[in-house]
């Protein structure tokens, strides 16, 4: 058997560093048996977490939903509506799921209803 000494430095290396770790940590504080309050304190974080997370995204979202939700069904014929898209127009005619938008004289483009952004007053076609 050979003895390698570019071996050895890298063994003795990893000794050293084992017992110089195992001496800075030996000092450390142990973990008692009454450690319930540091559980309890994560579980009221992640309790606050998931009020944050309902008040500040999912409350507002569902909110967002229902007015949408809300103003696709209130829509008429004649109503002045603009789309996701930006288009401009007034309602011509309506079916369950689509509508008839007529966006200038003689122009009538077929949409979505869930495509409507905004309902706009009255008028404001004839003001452009």
Known sequence: MKFNLKNT???????VLTLISTSL???APKPEAGMGSGMMAQV???????FVFYFLILRPQSKRAKQHRDLVSGLQK??????SGGILGKIARLTD???????????????????IAGSVPK?????I
Request: proline share 0%; net charge negative.
């Open 123 to 127: 008028g404001t076609l004839k003001s």
């Open 44 to 50: 009221l974080m992640l309790v606050a977490f998931g």
């Open 25 to 27: 940590f030996a000092d």
């Open 9 to 15: 430095s890298w063994l003795g290396l990893g000794l």
């Open 97 to 115: 799921d689509f509508l008839v938008l007529n966006i200038a004289d003689g122009i009538e483009v077929v949409i979505q209803k869930q495509s």
């Open 78 to 83: 004649g109503d002045e509506v603009i789309t």
